[in-house]
């Protein structure tokens, strides 16, 4: 079974427990590597809408941190990085959250 990661709009962490559907209800999304820990945000179609749409460099700091975070391998680290890259070369209008977690879940499935 393959588990799919979300990142969270309003922190950019990794996220994997939710409580209702992460998209259509408000949630509280609790952080992979923190345990216990969590951004305290309810996952409201607000915070989905007022997500930043940054940069390229800005995406490959918080891309890093994940990175660190999941303990990805160099290889899971440049496809990422690369991903990253030409996600927001093609859809430049996507919001950081998305393109972090499409990015992120392309390089952990492989394809």
Known sequence: MIILIKICPYC???VEHFEKDYHRSEVKAV???TSNKNCSVLQ???VKD????SNIQ?????????SKDLNLS???KKDFF??????????NHLKDYIILQS????VLVGG
């Open 44 to 46: 409201t179609g607000f």
């Open 50 to 53: 007022q997500a930043k749409c």
């Open 103 to 106: 990015a992120l879940n392309t």
């Open 31 to 33: 952080n992979v590597h």
């Open 12 to 14: 950019l962490k990794p």
């Open 58 to 66: 800005s995406l490959k700091m918080n891309a890093g941190k994940i």
């Open 82 to 91: 690369n991903s990253i890259i030409k996600l927001k070369r093609d859809r």
């Open 74 to 76: 160099e290889i899971q």
